[in-house]
Nanobody, 118 residues
Framework: QVLFVESGGGSVQPGGSLTLSCAVS????????MAWYRQAPEKQREIIAA???????NYVDSVKGRFTISRDLTKNTVYLHMNTLKPEDTAVYYC????????????WGQGTQVTVSP
């Protein structure tokens, strides 16, 4: 069962922008807060942006002010708008539910590669 399908990655120069999309299974999308994660080469996967139950979002310091998470209710899609990209943003990006969501361990999607280089 495919629950999360990420897309929109690519190669971009430093300072550029990208918007990632994640199509989410309807049951999950309508009931739970979503988050974006990333995994850089030889590093562990980290959470970088997460919706809150109050309708706002939290961001890791390294992306705060540059990345924005949003959702489109009509498309069951979560977005990550990324601006002022830096080489250290190079990673595979995934969407998933926020940590602690009581739905077991849904499988991860394939992710989408973002490469930032001159």
């Amino acid at each position: 069962q495919v629950l999360f399908v990420e897309s929109g990655g690519g190669s971009v120069q430093p300072g550029g922008s990208l918007t990632l999309s994640c199509a989410v299974s309807g049951d999950i999308f309508s009931r739970y807060q979503m988050a974006w994660y990333r995994q850089a080469p030889e590093k562990q996967r980290e959470i970088i942006a997460a919706e809150t139950s109050g309708g706002s979002a939290n961001y890791v310091d390294s992306v705060k002010g540059r990345f924005t998470i949003s959702r489109d209710l009509t498309k069951n899609t979560v977005y990550l708008h990324m601006n002022t990209l830096k080489p250290e943003d190079t990673a595979v990006y995934y969407c998933h539910v926020v940590p602690g969501t009581p739905i077991g361990t849904p499988p991860w999607g394939q992710g989408t590669q973002v490469t930032v280089s001159p």
